[in-house]
């Protein structure tokens, strides 16, 4: 009977009559969302009021950045530590090997803050990833009964945020707090693709599995991930992400995988990250966090089929509808529709990004950036290879590093 409707009242063209449909189809698909973006505004967020409600003693935090050429970066990031309202807080900064000025900064502003404790790393072993290798150099420094690891590129806009992040994981029994930044856009680029890559990895870690002690789902950020010291050496510490491009989220899965208590919350406005400048640190960036994220065929064959059909299909209906006829009026239609739903929920969406709604009409370019970069992701599967950080990687494996073959 369904088929018997849908052949009598739509496009002639079967072809087109399926897409007619599917665009339909797809409208509710999209009004459903808006219960999800209902419920991301319920979720557990990190705010200044947490810092108020411990029920124990805070005890020692010891902080750790890995910065290498950061000097744009590394002084905003550490100053922003050391202002923040925590009892006994020690910060290392380890210096990666920099050619620029980072080295240095971290010498100056530890000469007049005794709670910096920079570290300088020379060389990179054989085997280690560059900042995983940085952090266990860190790591031989760090005094506290917790340890919080974050980037140089953050940007901390409250003085409560440790304090606040340890009375939540401590509320909460967290083995491993990861606290998500707002993401800061300063380009162009940087404002399309961003919240449309954000919502590739929302999809396949939507924070309400990934807090749930019985789904297998695992995510964390490597922008803010605390833990007590114990359960770091229990999951085996760097060395058992040496070789590994997205080691928070390898983190993320031995917490789980080890049955310790894996918590995701927002941060709102207590802190930030400027992720990448231009399309070029973009492309790379993107295309890392994707492979290291996903990191099988079907994984990323379904954001593919996610972002053509979901994101892009009721764009390319509209384009394609003006040159067939009578039965494009149809399909026109019903993609408008599609459309309109789907707008409805970007505009909710962006604004929670801190993007600005506004920017949700270049949705479908940062949607065909993010195919663009998945399929380049789905490269590396097959032996392609990328440069980030002065280091070369194929297929995940680091192969050079500065002209030096690594093992």
């Not at 967020?45 to 935090?61: H, N, R, V």
């Not at 620029?100 to 570290?119: C, F, K, Q």
């Not at 309109?340 to 506004?358: E, H, I, K, P």
């Amino acid at each position: 009977m369904l088929i018997g409707l849908a052949l009598a009242f739509g496009p002639d063209n079967i072809p087109v009559s399926i897409w007619f449909w599917f665009s339909f189809l797809l409208a509710f698909g999209w009004l459903r969302r808006h219960g999800e973006i209902n419920q991301a505004s319920d979720e557990l967020t990190l705010t200044d009021e947490w810092a108020e409600q411990c029920d124990a003693a805070l005890p020692p935090l010891t902080v750790l950045v890995a910065a290498k050429d950061e000097e744009a970066n590394i002084a905003r990031c550490v100053d922003g530590l050391l202002a923040q309202d925590y009892p006994d807080l020690q910060v290392v900064a380890i210096n990666d090997r920099s050619a620029d000025r980072t080295g240095a900064i971290l010498d100056e502003t530890a000469s007049r803050d005794a709670r910096l404790e920079p570290v300088h790393v020379q060389s990179l072993p054989a085997g280690w990833f560059g900042k995983n290798n940085a952090m266990r150099e860190g790591l031989l420094r760090a005094k506290g009964d917790w340890l919080c690891f974050t980037d140089a590129d953050c940007a901390f806009d409250s003085t409560k945020l440790m304090r606040a992040a340890m009375c939540l994981a401590q509320k909460h029994g967290a083995d491993l707090l990861s606290a998500l930044p707002t993401l800061e856009a300063r380009s162009f680029w940087e404002r399309v693709v961003q919240p449309v890559a954000g919502g590739v990895m929302v999809y396949w870690y939507p924070p309400r599995k990934v807090n749930s002690p019985r789904a297998p789902h695992a995510y964390a950020n490597g922008a803010f991930m605390m833990m007590p010291r114990a359960t770091y050496d229990a999951l085996g510490g760097h060395d058992a992400v040496r070789a590994t491009l997205n080691e928070d989220m390898h983190f993320a899965r031995l917490a789980k995988a080890n049955g310790k208590r894996l918590l995701v919350v927002r941060a709102g406005e207590m802190f930030r990250v400027h992720m990448y400048s231009g399309w070029r640190q973009i492309w790379r960036g993107w295309s890392r966090i994707f492979y290291g994220c996903f990191g099988t065929l079907p994984r990323l064959l379904g954001s593919v089929a996610m972002l053509l059909f979901f994101s892009l299909s009721p764009w390319i209906a509209l384009c394609v509808a003006p040159f067939l006829g009578a039965d494009g009026q149809w399909l026109a239609g019903a993609a408008g529709v599609a459309i309109l739903a789907q707008q409805s929920v970007l505009w909710r969406f962006y604004a929670l990004t801190g993007n600005g709604a506004a920017w949700a009409v270049t949705y479908p370019l940062g949607a065909a950036a993010c195919l663009a970069i998945t399929c380049n992701a789905i490269g590396r599967l097959f032996g392609g290879s990328t440069n980030w950080r002065g280091a070369t990687y194929v297929g995940g494996a680091q192969v050079s590093d500065g002209g030096r073959v690594s093992a």
